[in-house]
Structures are given as structure tokens and as C-alpha cells.
């Protein structure tokens, strides 16, 4: 499986090139998971449903599954901050692609997603782990770099690049247990 993470401010538009890139990846034959960092207490489940009524009694999993689609639900006791590799664990190993949106301190390979209208500084300077930038400002870079500078607004382009480029985004699930 090979992992790329995009990293970015709130609002740079990392949750729109990773709608993009999945159909673009699909079109070329790819399997493709997501892995999502939420900043903030979310729900998946709704109020009056078996689901959430099981979990509202005190369940520590719940797993629903149907012939379309299963979901798995765990409830914490206390905050529990799981590394993005804990959260790549718990996927179906035979994906092609795992797109992981936010973690921008990880220690995998990213794409980071910077618009000069953010008014947000760029991370690549500092970051070691990004190999790309996506952009819709390519000329407001605010440091020169020698890493591929890609457009923002082109996903299958940025999908023919990642699988050009596929070996360095390879996932070694034994570096990272």
C-alpha cells in the first residue's frame, strides 16, 4: 500500500483535492482509503438509532454492517490521541492508495496544500516529510524550493504524479508497530 498525507492550515482546501484525487485515483484502477484527523468531538451516528442507543448504554464498540458498507464505532473512556499510524493499521491492507488529510506533524511522506490567500505560512521550509506543494499561488511561494510544485485545482494531474512517483510513498507497516 503506499501512504501520502496532504497537510495544510484549516481552509486550504485539503478536503477538496482529496475528493478529487480519489476519483482519480479510482479511474486509474486504485483502491483508495482515507484517513481523516477531526480536531473536535464528532458523531457518525444519529440520535434514535439501534446504533447510538448501543452506544449510549455503554457499549465500547460498535460494529454495523450491512451488504453495502461496514462501520466500526469505538467510544473512548478518556481522550485518547491515536497516532495516524494506529489509524493506517486498522485498514484493509490490500488498498492501493491510503490519502491521510491533516496530521501535519507526521512522519510521512506529505503533499502540503498552501494558498498565498490564507495569508498562512507555508510549512515545507521546516518539514522534511513534504515532498510536493499543491498550489494555486505557485509565483507567491514565499521560500524557493526543489520540490515539485503542483496545481491545487488539477487532481488527475496530481494523481498521474503520485503514481508516477508511487515507490517513495510505499507504507512499511513493520517501521511504524
Known amino acids: 500500500m503506499k501512504v501520502v498525507g496532504f497537510a495544510g492550515y484549516s481552509g486550504s482546501g485539503k478536503t ?11 479511474w486509474r484502477g486504485q483502491r483508495v482509503s482515507v484517513v481523516k484527523h477531526a480536531h473536535h468531538r464528532f458523531d457518525i451516528d444519529h440520535v434514535g438509532k439501534d446504533t447510538y442507543r448501543h452506544r449510549q448504554a455503554g457499549a465500547f ?22 497516532s495516524v499510524h494506529q489509524l493506517i493499521a486498522e485498514l484493509d491492507d490490500t488498498v492501493d492508495w491510503v490519502l491521510v488529510e491533516g496530521f501535519k506533524r507526521s512522519d510521512l511522506p506529505k503533499i ?10 507555508a510549512r515545507y521550509p521546516e518539514d522534511d516529510f513534504i515532498v510536493a506543494i499543491a498550489t494555486d499561488s505557485p509565483r507567491e511561494l514565499p521560500q524557493a524550493t526543489i520540490r515539485p510544485v503542483l496545481d491545487l485545482n488539477a487532481p488527475q494531474a496530481m494523481a498521474a504524479w503520485l503514481t508516477d512517483n508511487q515507490h517513495q510513498f510505499e507504507y512499511r507497516s513493520e517501521l511504524h508497530a
Open 16 to 26: 477538496t483535492l482529496v475528493e478529487g484525487l480519489i476519483p482519480a485515483l479510482r
Open 61 to 82: 464498540e460498535v460494529v454495523v454492517a450491512s451488504d453495502q458498507r461496514l462501520a466500526l464505532m469505538r467510544e473512548f473512556e478518556r481522550a485518547t490521541e491515536l
Open 112 to 121: 502540503e496544500v498552501w494558498r498565498a490567500a490564507s495569508g498562512k505560512p
